[in-house]
């Protein structure tokens, strides 16, 4: 029977994975046991897919990410490249701890910038946006954008990733898509 994905010649695909239909799989990709990879995926080069990780459909992994027990990714989520998740608190060498390891959500639509950290056990919200480098210790509201070591409130970004600008009733619009957004307190919705 013929895959309804493509995995290149290199790719290591583990037994007991689940891939959907369309998704692409890159040179020295290793996707371990247990695994469930949505439709029309995309993993880069050189990226390792921890046994019974979860990524949902429309998922763009770039090359050197590292992807460990315990991540749920939700659909339309983007890691760029050499971004790294963790999944134990306070790893040592010589202390087993496979059964510490904390759950990681990345929400729908969320972006990922090149080389930030994720450390485990946080939320990041529907289309929460971290910047390049970034190391992020806590959860991430929807819509917003973190920056730094560790990660800050830098402003909130639309579906289409732009900045929003919110005028003084609370209200903005992305300028690419012509969406609608709207800030109450410290949370961001689109109307």
């Not at 050197?64 to 608190?89: A, H, Q």
């Not at 390049?132 to 990733?161: C, Q």
């Amino acid at each position: 029977m013929k895959n309804s994905f493509f995995a290149h010649e290199t790719a290591v695909i583990d037994d007991n994975c689940v891939i959907g239909k369309g998704t692409r799989i890159w040179h020295f990709t290793h996707v371990m046991t247990g695994c469930t990879i949505g439709s029309n995926c995309n993993l880069g080069q050189n990226v390792v897919v921890s046994p019974q990780v979860s990524l949902g459909d429309h998922v763009k992994v770039q090359n050197n990410v590292s992807i460990y027990t315990g991540v749920i990714c939700e659909d339309d989520v983007f890691l760029g490249p050499s971004m790294v998740f963790t999944n134990v608190i306070n790893p040592r060498s010589a202390v087993e701890r496979k059964d510490q390891y904390k759950k990681t959500l990345v929400e729908k639509g969320s972006t990922i910038g090149a080389n930030a950290t994720i450390i485990c056990g946080i939320t990041i919200g529907r289309y929460a946006f971290v910047g390049a480098g970034a190391v992020v210790t806590k959860d991430i509201r929807p819509y917003e954008l973190v920056v730094g070591n560790p990660a800050r409130h830098a402003g909130w970004m639309s579906e289409f990733g732009h900045r929003l600008k919110f005028d003084e009733t609370g209200f903005a619009v992305c300028p690419e898509s012509g969406e609608k957004y709207r800030i109450t307190g410290d949370l961001v919705e689109k109307i």
